[in-house]
């Protein structure tokens, strides 16, 4: 008897599409016709418009409008000849800053005072020769340059020495003041390639900065801008704002989110997270400022067709007490706030709903419509009627005014609707929305060009209704935070009061009394429970499969290397991630107290942690079963700053939740045995190993040991004799029928589809591209659907980033292991026989709405099989190689592209690109309050430091050591990776200071740091 399943699939993805457009639809029609006759702003008394406007006035020369405007599909290029001009209320403007007809002015920002423009200028600005900050003083046109195309790249992997300078330039671009006369700005000085940035696979990442307004004293505050960083935009609170391109991982390359970090580089977090898709596209949030009530706003488009253009976002950036900040990870969850944009030809409201929604958001702009698709008409009975257009590069003004970049028409690539593209300078009133242009206030529109970047000329007290924003004091890192962090530590503490509460399920939402996200989906018409139609791992939610919340055992650290950019060249290794994961760590989180787990403030078993780890660098949670294998994962960067605790997580991904306190839970007792990442790296493993002589698990079945450095897994060093040992007697390409149709010796090079991001190919060992990269389904055993192995599948052996759902991992375990059972939906009991298709012990009619729900099935014996094993033609696995093949999987399948080269020549997988740790502090703890000693603090958790290589240079005579001598004898080790040496009386009579650091670690890179200090009195 055969089954024959229904088009549920089908009718849930068309429900699935259309979710916000058709469910819980408001009464109200928006029919009539948008007038785009917008009122010159001198007509309106009611605005008070008397201050100027410095803009950036680009050549509009093409018949339709269309030019080149800087966005996140490419930050770096705009349309060439665009001065900075100034624009006074009465119409009359002038040239501020001139440019030649390759150079164009960017990312104008006014000073507090109102008297200074900062502004990015482009070199070439199509031709990428880099970008620079410069500042002019208005009142007597004095231009000051800021920055000077310095180049600071690794030195371990690109030999620079021959060419200081890449042939693209260095971009530092987006410069904001901050009070304390500082400046930040983001830069890709350090030429590492941007992680999954989409359609510009060479594009390097711009990372954070903060310098001194004179342009010395550059510190990068982003270490975790590895996917990359636009537009700092300092908030009224002293912290900045800015737009984050969150493609960590598996994420959609298209994600950008908007973050707020101290200008520090501590406390950063999301404040509208990369979460969005919808209508087919996922757009990015970028471009955003905050209003004088102190809301934000934020511009919400899709990447290089649109120009930049799209629709503005609004919400509160503090929510009443009692609220969370964010709604639950679900979409049509009622605290996720419907959003309009745009209208039905019959004038229903298109809706939108984001996960994880901010507190109180809007759209200020809702006729229009986003994502990737040309502006509606004005009649929506017209289709030829004028475009109503979308707007860009908002700016806070006056009286809660927005200013902002507008242009009637199309706005898409693909369309030529009238009328042509035109940005002018248009203002928005006291920040409400409007329903159609007409409702705003046109400042400036000349058809000869694209006016852009407006900005108030007028002092921030006028807009804020305070001199300047708050000052935030930078961490003093002076040993008074934690006894493990001593003064000058180049380490930080982290952790968290909860795994158990978590939204990391798949647009889940947590029960009323629970504290975990579950299926929020009214019927699971397709046995995936949600995770079929819900972007796991690409968009939101990184469960790893169903499993219970008595399955979570450990927290694994991932450090996420930088991939320094080799003069132009690719990478020279790959992993599913695209960037470099070394362990850390692997952490049990259980604890037992006499036989029994205490609980946590929420009743439920204390899985608190706290942790050490090195400060300024990149690095990510993963959580983790008993096995070692990943429940699910934090895709997103993460960095602590020297002397930083971190610990105000108040859970795991838990959004829409009151955040549960960590001083309240285990992990903060002084008698917590904390862990340290940075003298070795604790590893999970069976009891008969285990080096601690703790109980970890109810079963008293796990233990943990111990290596030196970090944890690095490899195909070729690692996974290859594993499978030589154990496999390949049995998968070898000498036999015409390889068990399993797979083949695991064949090292032939062969072109294979990168099945992350946009499937670009990849030149691949034969053997490693079967397993890890074989989505389409070209060897072996060939796929049921149409589009190859679905959702996150690397191939058929192997789910990115994802072991527990990975056949090869169930094979070596004996058993299926991602939660669900063979039986909960249609599957092949022949591999590569579509007529086996079988449900519930029936053969099914393999239609196509059976085989977009059927998945893989866990048949036979586990291997190698115990048969093989007892006859001596394979070696048995070890619990460690199971191990080592599922921390492979979880770091994304890494492998070495020039592993058979020479050692000293490498730049894949296997060498040190991080450069040290590396911190200065003056410790002022003596009596008088004075600096006593200067604190250096180091660290390498990759290579090593190369401690000969050590230089410290001082303008000024100390212990006798004349200035710009090096220092480094003279310093002796204080501490846990701190050095000191004392000052005496060398600061006396000084008003200024300046001190400059240098240390390599053992492959090469090198950390300098140079500080001028203002010493007073």
Known sequence: MQLCLTRVWL?????????????????????????????????????????????????????????????????RSMEPGAPLVLLQPNGTEEVLVPVTEKESIADPAVSFDGQWVYYAKMHDALGHHGADIYKVHVPTRTTVQLTGQQFTPNTGVAEWSKSQLPPWGVYNLGPCPLPGGKLAFVSDRHAYKAANPGYAPNALALQLFVMNDDGSNVECIGHLNLGMALHPVVLKDGRIMFSSLESQGLRSHHLWGVWSIHPDGTRWGPLLSAFEIGNGTADSTHFQTQLSDGSIVAESYYNLNNF???????????????????????????????????????????????????????SLTPFVLKGDWPSQPSDPKDNNSPRLGKFTHPAAAPDNHLLTAYSAGSLNSFTRYKPGFDSGIYLIKSGVPIDEPAQMRLIKNDPNFHEQWPRALAPYKRIYGIDEPARLEPLANDGKQSPHLPAGSPFGLVGTSS?????????????????????????????????????????????????????????????????????GRGRTYYNHAKERMRILGEVPVRKFAGGKQPLDPDGNPDTSFLLKLPADIAWTFQTLNRDG???????????????????????????????????DTAAARKDYSLFDLTQRSPLLTSKQFDETKKKWDTADESGLRHEAGVK????????????????????????????????????????????????????????????????????????????????????????????????????????????????????????????????????????????????????????????????????????????????????????????????????????????????????????????????????DYGSGLDQASLQVKADFEIAGIAANENLAASFKLAGDGVWELPLGSSLANLKTARISIEIKDKQGNTSRLERTMALGS
């Not at 605005?47 to 269309?66: L, S």
């Not at 996200?517 to 972007?535: M, P, V």
């Not at 960067?637 to 001083?663: L, N």
């Open 308 to 362: 930049g253009f799209g629709t503005y976002l609004k919400f509160p950036l503090s929510v009443p007490d009692g609220y969370a900040s964010f709604g639950p990870g679900y979409k049509p969850h009622e605290r996720n706030a419907k959003v309009r944009h745009g209208r039905h030809s019959d004038g229903r409201p298109i809706h939108i709903q984001f996960p994880f929604s901010p507190h109180g958001m809007e």
């Open 11 to 75: 009718a849930t993805v068309i429900a699935c599409c259309l979710a916000g457009t058709s469910r819980g639809q408001e009464s109200k029609r928006y029919a009539g016709v948008l007038s785009l006759d917008v009122p010159a702003i001198g007509t309106d008394s009611s605005v008070v418009y008397d201050y100027p406007i410095v803009y950036v006035r680009a050549p509009r020369t093409k018949a339709d409008g269309r030019a080149k405007w800087a966005e996140v599909g490419d930050p």
């Open 629 to 663: 294998m990943v429940l699910n994962s934090a895709q997103t960067w993460h960095q602590v700053r020297a002397g930083e605790i971190r610990t105000d997580c108040g859970g795991c991904h838990a959004h829409s939740q009151q955040p549960t306190r960590f001083e």
């Open 712 to 939: 690095n897994v490899e195909y070729h060093r690692d996974i290859k004799p594993i499978f030589a040992r154990s496999c390949v007697a049995c998968h070898t390409k000498e036999s015409n029928e390889p068990a399993g149709n797979l083949v695991l010796d064949e090292d032939e090079i062969v072109k294979a589809k990168n099945p992350s991001g946009l499937g670009f190919d990849i030149n691949l060992p034969a053997s490693y591209a079967r397993l890890a990269a074989d989505a389409k389904g070209q060897w072996g055993h060939k796929p049921w659907h149409r589009h190859g192995w679905r959702g996150e599948s690397a191939s058929r052996y192997v789910t990115m980033m994802q072991s527990r759902r990975s056949l090869l991992i169930w094979k070596v375990y004996g058993k299926r292991l991602d939660g669900w059972q063979n039986e909960d939906m249609p599957y092949e009991t022949t591999p590569g026989d579509v007529k086996s298709m079988t449900l519930r012990g029936e053969l099914v009619d393999p239609t196509s709405q059976v085989l977009e729900i059927a998945h893989l099935a866990f048949l036979g014996s586990s291997m190698p099989p115990p048969e093989a094993v007892k006859a001596g033609k394979v070696q048995p696995l070890s619990d460690e190689d199971r191990r080592t093949l599922v921390r492979w999987i979880d770091l994304g399948c890494p492998i070495d592209l020039q592993f058979e080269g020479d050692p000293k020549k490498r730049t894949g997988w296997l060498v040190d690109d991080q450069r040290p740790t590396l911190t200065l502090t003056l410790d002022d703890s003596g009596k008088d309050k004075s600096p006593s000693r200067i604190l250096i603090g180091m660290h």
């Open 499 to 567: 795994l158990y509460k978590r939204e990391s399920y798949p647009y889940g939402a947590v029960p009323p009394g629970k504290v975990t996200a579950e299926y929020a989906g009214e019927k699971d018409r397709t046995g995936y429970k949600g995770f079929d139609s819900s972007h796991n791992w690409t968009v939101q939610g990184s469960d790893a499969g169903l499993y219970s919340n008595d399955e979570i055992h450990a927290i694994r650290i991932v450090a996420l290397e930088p991939t320094s950019d080799v003069k």
